[in-house]
């Protein structure tokens, strides 16, 4: 696994300011995961990590998130992205 995609360790997760930050790079997605003991987590990738579920809501809020579409059902979705 890529080290940019393993999250951070003891529960610590981002901050919504550094979280919405580093949602600018092109790169970057907000996706909701399994985690190694069967929880649902919000993380951001690449370079960054595990984000609270509410801030997770919070950004995903915004006007320039848009999802990717990309769960099994349609209008669900596990993976969002910044507009450009």
């Known amino acids: 696994m890529s080290k ?21 790079h092109a790169d970057a997605r907000l996706l909701k995961m399994h985690t190694v003991s069967g929880a649902m987590e919000w993380f951001i990738i690449p370079h960054g990590g595990r984000v609270k579920p509410e801030d997770a809501a919070k950004i995903l809020a915004r006007p320039d998130i848009c999802a990717m579409e990309d769960c099994l059902f349609p209008g669900l979705s596990q993976t969002s992205r910044m507009v450009r």
Request: net charge positive.
């Open 4 to 24: 940019s995609l393993v999250p951070r360790k003891n529960g610590v997760y981002l901050r919504l300011q550094r979280a919405t930050d580093l949602m600018h």
